[in-house]
């Protein structure tokens, strides 16, 4: 499967942003997927996650704001961020995983304006 992010940009704090990653190549609904996102300086940290069945999983510090959805019609996984913080400011990427096989995305650039 190959993964195409998209969506992020430069907004003020407070502010929303909607990421999506578009993939192809591959049956979409057999993957869990997931975004992360680097900081400058720090490590890759996985931000939230859903499952092939639809479960989801934040990071603490995300939690209430962010929101993580697939469409699998689009072949499509979606990160609705409200309310966001200077702290969220950070190359965010989409991640595939699968019993066998797993991959990234190119990252996203997402800065917030304080």
């Known amino acids: 499967v190959q993964l195409q992010a998209s969506g992020g940009g430069l907004v003020q704090a407070g502010r929303s942003l909607r990421l999506s990653c578009a993939a192809s190549?591959?049956?979409?609904?057999?993957?869990?997927m997931a975004w992360y996102r680097q900081a400058p300086g720090k490590q890759r940290e996985r931000v939230a996650s859903?499952?092939?069945?639809?479960?989801?999983n934040y990071e603490d510090s995300v939690k209430g704001r962010f929101t993580i959805s697939r469409d699998n019609a689009k072949n499509t996984v979606y990160l609705q961020m409200n309310s966001l913080k200077p702290e969220d400011t950070a190359v965010y990427y989409c991640h595939a995983l699968s019993s066998s096989y797993w991959t990234w995305g190119q990252g996203t650039l997402v800065t917030v304006s304080s």
């Open positions: 190549g591959s049956i979409f609904s057999a993957f869990d």
């Open positions: 859903i499952i092939r069945g639809g479960s989801t």
